[in-house]
């Protein structure tokens, strides 16, 4: 994935100097594609953390040796099921093509703030920011 500037996210004052933040739209090198998201959503991963808390406590009470602080022990095999379940590699990935390679440079030389090239509208891109000073 590649990433053009697509225009201004903002400015503010930081010591007497006025730092600018530019929006970077990434795009997907393959194919071309703006629409890019994440490749786990937060909702999901709730989901795969709260199942995962639920089956733990569970595991422990049907043993008969629950523990008066069991539900403490059920955090290192949440977080050892979530970093199997790839959620700790948070990225982005094309929804066109299924891409994962993320890089700031701009791949395919998309002229900086020509909003003509997005296939999508720029509200719904995957903004990053950077700093201008």
Known sequence: ???VAMGTGGSFRFEG???TQIAHCLYCDRCGSFRIGRRIKPRMLVWIFGATMVATIFRYSV?????????????GPCLFFIWLMGALALGYRCQKCGATHTSMANVLNYPDNDRSVLDIPYETTTR????DY
């Open 1 to 3: 994935m590649g990433s």
């Open 17 to 19: 100097s006025t730092i």
């Open 63 to 75: 043993r008969g040796e629950v523990l008066p602080g069991a539900w403490f022990a059920c955090f």
């Open 128 to 131: 990053l920011y950077t700093d």
